[in-house]
């Protein structure tokens, strides 16, 4: 079971390391320290759900349902456009550039923090591609029964879900908590400038591979 974990985790790691969308925001919210425990949580259940979509088979019924990706991908596209106009607007508002608050205002609600969360995470249709189309895919090579550490004999597939699942909270974990380390080198504002035009170049690049599928 062990090398059937390691094989999920791997394969999850690999498929949420790279810097997009949802975790360009878990990183500000992270040096930002607000609600970053909430953000985590949102994005590692998320995570979790779609992983064991993927395991249990709903995978198929995705890969049939082409209109309901391409809704999903053009609300994505909007909302991506929304966030990076916002994070420019954000960049060139010289209150707004520091690590310790969101625009010299109150800072976001955690509803309004949770909520851009869940729209990142959801309204990326490659989401349904990759971790439950993908990973359901390759979970179901380790279709079989494993040792399952004393808990009796279980399915493989399960396992390497599981492990997928694990790679996600460290992952989601290890960037939103260990962002505050950041915090220092972003203590002025032109630091703070470049973390928004990057978060903004990050969201339009992602909209324009959404939209025009590159």
Request: with cysteine; hydrophobic share 60%; charged share 15%.
């Amino acid at each position: 079971m062990l090398a059937t974990l390691l094989a999920g985790f791997l394969t999850g790691g690999s498929l949420i390391v790279a810097i997009g969308a949802q975790n360009a925001y878990v990183l500000r919210q992270g040096i930002l320290r607000h609600h970053i425990g909430a953000v985590v949580l949102v994005c590692a259940v998320s995570d979790a759900v779609l992983i064991a979509a993927g395991v249990s088979g709903i995978g198929a019924i995705v890969d049939r349902a082409g209109w309901v990706v391409d809704v999903v991908r053009w609300l994505g596209v909007a909302f991506l456009l929304w966030y990076a106009a916002h994070s420019l607007r954000r960049a060139f508002r010289a209150e707004s550039l520091h690590a310790d608050r969101t625009g010299g205002a109150t800072p976001d609600s955690r509803r309004t923090v949770v909520g851009r969360a869940v729209a990142l995470t959801w309204l990326n249709p490659h989401v349904y591609l990759d971790t439950v189309l993908l990973v359901g895919s390759i979970a179901a090579t380790h279709s079989g029964p494993v040792d399952g550490f004393g808990a009796g004999v279980v399915d493989g597939r399960w396992a390497f879900g599981v492990g997928a699942m694990l790679a996600s909270v460290a992952w989601f974990s290890g960037l939103g908590f260990g962002a505050r380390a950041l915090a220092p080198l972003l203590a002025r504002p032109r630091a703070w400038l470049v973390l928004e035009l990057v978060i903004a170049a990050t969201m339009l690049f992602v909209a324009a591979k959404l939209a025009f599928d590159f």
